[in-house]
């Protein structure tokens, strides 16, 4: 994995971006800096009675648009320039989505797997009781990201109302069916991302059933996305998680990987596999599709000249370095960005946030229905964008649709004081 700084990196994206777009160096500068980032330390007991000092952050980098959406992440490399990073290309993910709403980010630098259920709580509880403040269901509203999921938001969610003395379950989403979370929110990251890639391959004039697909990763997003397009008569080749990667040419069943990971804990060692491989040889096979759906940095330039997909779908936020996309596009391979491929998580939080605020829940039909609408003709804005504009790849097509339409609410906003 390469060391390439996340911030730098989506600094020069929007840079690539801007020089499709009237903008002043001021405003520039606006929309590539956090509005403020809270630095915070918790201290928490131990099961053992010892106390712990965890790091967190909670980055709100832009609310032109709408309370600041974005979720939180349990690892131990998370940092200020990472959550700075992730943070903005919330912005930008809800912008190219189109929902109204602003992006944040946070984290805690922890190894979730090190601590019990009993500590974890108290963790998550002691960042809710810093976060209480910032958020709010017209605020700040978080949501899962990386080793995080439906019991840390009930817990944040809990904290929250019980320190407001309130019910508020808009103010967090991703939570568990019955405490106010939306049908087809856990597949919805997942989903978007097959999506995007079912758009892009009829783009491309190329046939999904019995495409090949590889996915790097194998946690919430890749999983589901490797069920959802084997479901759609895809061959699921290959796939991966921090432990390994495995491979089938004819497919592999991707329910019965999770279940094989489910008990064992990795999905190295399923024995339907013809063999091993490396996390390089899963992301240089000659496949149709390959889906990144791990952290960012996953592909360097080194590693972009060994690509041989033809259609990359991000279900990762941040998994291609500046650097390794420049050669892709010179590769002519087509790269659907984060920011649109994984907006199906937010997305489907938005949903969700609409919901708790009527009281009135949809059913899963309706939710994967709506999202799917949302993807296809947010891809469509996409391609008329790179098409009109001759633009160099579609990243730089859905920076220059997000930007314009966040320069365009801070403009109508105005500058105060
Ligand atoms: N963590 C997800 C993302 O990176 C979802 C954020 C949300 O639902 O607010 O897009």
């Known amino acids: 994995m390469s060391e390439v700084n996340p911030y730098q990196s989506l600094r020069t994206q929007i840079d690539e971006a801007a020089e499709y777009l009237p903008l002043s160096e001021g405003q520039l500068e606006r929309l590539k800096t956090p509005e403020r980032v809270l630095e915070t330390n918790l201290s928490v007991e131990m099961d053992?009675?010892?106390?712990?000092?965890?790091?967190?952050?909670?980055?709100?980098?832009?609310?032109?648009?709408?309370?600041?959406?974005?979720?939180?992440?349990?690892?131990?490399?998370?940092?200020?320039?990472?959550?700075?990073?992730?943070?903005?290309w919330m912005v930008y993910k809800?912008?190219?989505?189109?929902?109204?709403?602003?992006?944040?980010?946070?984290?805690?630098?922890?190894?979730p797997n090190a601590y019990s259920e009993d500590e974890l709580?108290?963790?998550?509880?002691?960042?809710?009781?810093?976060?209480?403040?910032?958020?709010?269901?017209?605020?700040?509203?978080?949501?899962?990201?990386?080793?995080t999921g439906q019991r840390e938001m009930n817990w944040i969610k809990d904290t929250y109302e019980t320190l407001e003395n309130t019910t508020e379950p808009g103010v967090i989403t991703g939570k568990d069916l019955s405490s106010g979370g939306s049908e087809g929110r856990v597949e919805a990251t997942g989903r978007s991302t097959v999506v995007a890639a079912r758009e892009a391959f009829e783009y491309l004039d190329k046939d999904l059933e019995h495409a090949t697909v590889a996915i790097q990763g194998y946690g919430n997003a890749g999983w589901i996305a490797a069920k959802l397009i084997y479901g759609m008569g895809a061959?699921?080749?290959?796939?991966?998680?921090?432990?390994?990667?495995?491979?089938?040419?004819t497919s592999l069943d991707p329910v019965a990987v999770k279940e094989y990971k489910r008990e064992t804990g990795s999905?190295?060692?399923?024995?339907?596999?013809?063999?091993?491989?490396?996390?390089?040889?899963?992301?240089?096979?000659?496949?149709?599709?390959?889906?990144?759906?791990?952290?960012?940095?996953?592909?360097?330039?080194?590693?972009?000249?060994?690509?041989?997909?033809?259609?990359?779908?991000?279900?990762?936020?941040?998994?291609?370095?500046p650097k390794a996309d420049d050669v892709l596009s010179e590769k002519e391979i087509l790269v659907i960005p984060d920011i649109l491929a994984n907006a199906g998580g937010v997305i489907v939080s938005y949903f969700e946030w609409v919901q708790n605020r009527q009281r009135?829940?949809?059913?899963?039909?309706?939710?994967?229905?709506?999202?799917?609408?949302?993807?296809?003709?947010?891809?469509?804005?996409?391609?008329?964008?790179?098409?009109?504009?001759?633009?160099?790849?579609?990243?730089?097509?859905?920076?220059?649709v997000a930007l314009q339409r966040v320069m365009n609410a801070s403009e109508q906003n105005g500058t105060w004081p």
Not at 235 to 249: F, H, L, Q, R, W
Not at 372 to 378: F, H, P
Request: charged share 25%.
């Open 48 to 88: 053992d009675g010892s106390i712990e000092v965890f790091r967190a952050y909670r980055s709100q980098f832009n609310g032109d648009r709408g309370p600041y959406k974005g979720g939180i992440r349990y690892h131990p490399q998370v940092s200020r320039d990472e959550v700075k990073a992730l943070s903005g």
């Open 94 to 111: 809800t912008a190219t989505s189109n929902i109204p709403l602003g992006g944040g980010k946070g984290g805690i630098v922890i190894d």
């Open 121 to 147: 709580e108290r963790v998550t509880r002691a960042f809710a009781k810093e976060l209480t403040p910032l958020i709010g269901v017209d605020r700040d509203i978080p949501a899962p990201d990386v080793n």
């Open 235 to 249: 061959n699921v080749v290959a796939v991966s998680d921090s432990s390994g990667a495995i491979y089938n040419e």
């Open 267 to 321: 999905v190295a060692g399923y024995s339907e596999a013809e063999r091993e491989l490396t996390n390089e040889e899963l992301l240089t096979l000659d496949v149709d599709l390959l889906i990144p759906a791990a952290l960012e940095n996953a592909i360097d330039e080194s590693l972009a000249d060994d690509i041989s997909a033809d259609v990359i779908s991000e279900a990762a936020n941040g998994p291609i370095t």
């Open 360 to 400: 009135f829940y949809w059913s899963k039909e309706r939710v994967n229905e709506e999202l799917d609408a949302m993807i296809v003709e947010q891809f469509q804005n996409l391609v008329d964008a790179y098409e009109a504009q001759d633009l160099p790849s579609f990243r730089t097509a859905a920076y220059v």
